[in-house]
T-cell receptor, first 111, second 112 residues
Framework: DQQVKQNSPSLSVQEGRISILNCDYT??????FLWYKKYPAEGPTFLIS?????DKNEDGRFTVFLNKSAKHLSLHIVPSQPGDSAVYFC??????????FGKGTRLSVIA | IAGITQAPTSQILAAGRRMTLRCTQD?????MYWYRQDLGLGLRLIHY???????GKGEVPDGYSVSRANTDDFPLTLASAVPSQTSVYFC???????????FGPGTRLTVL
């Protein structure tokens, strides 16, 4: 049973517009949620995280929102740039257990 | 500082052969992980190690083994490769209890 779900395999957004990537989870015990970005032929790189006790975390153009009651989080990228085109993985962690990843969403930012 | 290195970068392997993927980190992280990435399936955890001398099974451990003789190295061995093990393999490390993992560049393995 998948604990972290990214239901949209792909997303296309116009340059300058907002990109919204969504993620749902089933385990209410997760402590932290993270977003990773992956370019082709490279390893994933950490982008932004949020503690389960917060509902928003912002870092420059990237903001993650957490809705614990809905078990849902989203990553907002504003404004979107062509260099943001990548696969984005949502991940969650509980205590010292390994990260659990979603299947990823491929974002294409069109110039 | 190199971070995490993986070797080889890519490999084509005949089915039935034994293969060891190497992973080394220089960040003195306690925990290390092996993932495989397959199209449509995301990153799936194969094995992990919370500290030198200990290992644990992830989501897809069958057909793979690991060892953690020291802090820096975490090799992944396929004892008898099968075509379904064709994938891109990523090694990662983190401080135990940290929410952030750092990934290596990956090894692309093709089993024919």
């Amino acid at each position: 049973d998948q604990q972290v779900k990214q239901n949209s395999p792909s997303l296309s957004v116009q340059e300058g517009r907002i990109s919204i990537l969504n993620c749902d989870y089933t385990n209410s015990m997760f402590d932290y949620f993270l977003w990773y970005k992956k370019y082709p032929a490279e390893g994933p790189t950490f982008l932004i995280s949020i503690s389960s006790i917060k509902d928003k975390n912002e870092d420059g153009r990237f903001t993650v929102f957490l809705n614990k009651s809905a078990k849902h989080l989203s990553l907002h990228i504003v404004p979107s740039q062509p260099g943001d085109s990548a696969v984005y993985f949502c991940a969650a962690i509980r205590g010292n257990t390994p990260l659990v990843f979603g299947k990823g969403t491929r974002l294409s930012v069109i110039a | 500082i190199a971070g995490i290195t993986q070797a080889p970068t890519s490999q084509i392997l005949a089915a039935g052969r034994r293969m060891t993927l190497r992973c080394t980190q220089d960040m003195r992280h306690n925990a290390m992980y092996w993932y495989r990435q397959d199209l449509g399936l995301g990153l799936r955890l194969i094995h992990y190690s919370n500290t030198a001398g200990t290992t644990g099974k992830g989501e897809v451990p069958d057909g793979y083994s690991v060892s953690r003789a020291n802090t820096d190295d975490f090799p992944l061995t396929l004892a008898s490769a099968v075509p379904s093990q064709t994938s891109v393999y990523f090694c990662a490390s983190s401080d135990l209890g940290s929410d952030t993992q750092y990934f290596g560049p990956g090894t692309r393995l093709t089993v024919l």
